[in-house]
Structures are given as C-alpha cells and as structure tokens.
C-alpha cells in the first residue's frame, strides 16, 4: 500500500478513482478548474447487491470476484471510462484500521522506536505485522513534545482481493485509502487556520478525524448502533474539548472552524446541531462548492463520491 498522505513532487495519481463500499459503487473523474477548485468531468454510482462486498477487518470482503469486476466494468462504461487503466480507490471504512500512535519516550534509539511502533502496532490491531499491509506518517509533535504517528492498516490477504478484481479488469491502482481520508483531502486541501472536522457515518458507526492546521489531532473509529451514534458523537466531541483545553492550556480560541458531514447514520442537521450544542459554534456543514467542487447540478449527490473524488484531487 503507498504511502497515505505523502504526495510526491511529481504524483502519478489519476484524476480517475473508484469508490466501494457496503451496497454501493462509484467511479469519478475530476478535471482542474482554478487553483483549488476542481469540477465533475465523469461520474457514475451503482447500488449492488449487499452480499458482494461485505467490509471487515478480519474476514473475506468480497464474495465473488468475478460478479464485482462486472459491476465496475459496467460502471466504468455507463461513466465513459472503460478504457481507463490508472485508478485511484476508496476501501470500505470497516475493511481498515486507522490509529495516531504516541510515543511516551524520546530517548530511544532507531532500533528502540521500532521495536515500540512494532508492539504499539500488533496490540492496536490486534494483527501480526506479518499480516498487515501497513502505511505510517509522522505527524507534528503533541503539546508535551511526542512524537506521534498515523497509522493505518488492512490485511494483506483482504487487500489482495479487491488488488485481484482490479487486475481481472486490466486496472492498476497507485493509490489506496480508507474511505475517510479520501473524504479528507476535501478539507486538507482547503485548509485554513483552525480545527476541522470530518464526520463520515455508514450503517455501522462512524469515523470522526479532528485536523489541525491541516495535521490529524483525533482519529476515532466507533462501532455503534443507530440509537447509539449521537452519544458516542457527544463522547468525541467532549474529549476533543477537553482535550484542546488541557493542551492548550485553556480553551483554543480558535476551536473549531469547519466541519464536513458526509454519510448516513445521523443527518447533517441534527450533527450541526450537536457539534455547537457541545463546542459553542455556529456551525453548518460544508456542501461541495464550499469545498472547491463544481458538481454538474445540484440533484447530484456529493456523499456518494466525496471519498474517490478526494483521492482524484491528488493527481494535481
């Protein structure tokens, strides 16, 4: 798996990027507009069947290799991308974990650090790192001056099934993320002063990443019922609050400055309204165009693309 936030001074990532997830696929293509802001050229969502694609960490995701590559090859025609070779992909949320790992010590050694990644990894996967596809990022030290990692991992045998459906088709894949950092990239590459917030919900709980200053500060992945996604919502917002208060050394007068909801579980509105009830904003969720997007009307559905079409914005 390439490195997941690392952009290199001449990517090879296509404008094109494909998006799986429980019950529904997408493909999109994006094109350069001005500066940050980009449009739609090409796009095209299928619901499939819930049986092909079952997302998890530990067990088998797709159950019929041949059935998924005829989906996408259908979805690519129906877009105008059949002959598209270069992709980008958007994994399920469950299929990956995503840690920030901190490092209590600085006086270790190479080999020291390492050995403490290596044992801070297995324990927070529950995985060998034999089994694991891992990608890892330095992240800017906390308040207390320790080294902090982002850390994201898949198995090898799990991301070598969706690798072997794109291979059937011809498809190659430079670039590999979880659906929420696909969905990120619309708010790291817009980034302003202050602290953003992604909310992305799926049937089975949500993903919540708290930037600041374009850098991770929370990543919290919970697994929950619909009656349970506002408290465990509640849960992370009070940590992040007290946790910018105590780091901070008092509230951050900055605090947070945008926030970005996509996906189901909980509605747009009623996740405003929770995230200003808790922090005191005066917040609304951002729609396409304030992320830079240009969608062909607004009948289309940002949610659905948000996380390939993300991942299309790192070709340039």
């Known amino acids: 798996m390439p490195n997941l936030l690392s952009r290199l001074i001449d990517p ?15 493909v999109v293509q994006l094109e350069p507009v001005k500066g940050s802001v980009c449009k739609l050229r090409r796009a095209a ?16 995701n797709i159950e019929n290799t041949a059935e998924l590559a005829s989906v996408l090859a259908e979805l690519a025609t129906s877009a105008g991308l059949l002959r598209q070779k270069r992709w980008s992909l958007s994994l399920p949320e469950a299929t990956t974990r995503t840690l920030v790992l901190t490092m209590e010590s600085q006086s270790q050694s190479a080999a020291e650090l390492q050995e403490v990644l290596k044992w801070k990894v297995e324990r927070g996967f529950g995985a060998t790192l034999e089994e694991l596809s891992i990608s890892k990022e330095r992240l800017q030290r906390d308040a207390q001056g320790r080294d902090r990692y982002l850390v994201i991992a898949v198995k090898k045998a799990i991301l070598a099934e969706y690798e072997k459906v794109l291979e059937s088709l011809g498809w190659r894949a430079g670039l590999i993320l979880p659906r929420h950092l696909g969905e990120a990239q619309w708010l790291v590459r817009n980034g302003t002063a202050g602290d953003s917030l992604l909310l992305s919900g799926s049937s089975q709980g949500f993903t919540g990443v708290i930037f600041r200053d374009k850098h991770p500060l929370i990543v919290r992945t919970v697994t929950c019922t619909h009656e349970e996604f506002e408290d465990e919502f509640y849960r992370l917002l009070l940590f992040y609050r007290d946790r910018s208060a105590t780091s901070e050394g008092g509230s951050d007068p900055r605090g947070l400055t945008r926030l970005m ?29 304030d992320l830079g997007l240009q969608l062909p009307s607004r009948d289309f559905n940002f949610d659905s693309i948000a996380a390939p079409a993300g991942l299309a914005t790192l070709s340039w």
């Open 12 to 26: 090879w990532y296509p404008a094109t990027a494909i998006g799986l997830e429980k019950g529904v696929a997408s």
């Open 261 to 289: 909801i996509i996906g189901e579980g909980i509605t747009k509105q009623r996740a405003s309204e929770i995230v200003n009830e808790t922090t005191g904003g005066d917040l609304r969720p951002l729609e396409a165009e």
């Open 45 to 60: 969502t299928f619901n499939i069947a819930e049986s092909l694609i079952r997302p998890g960490f530990d067990e088998p």
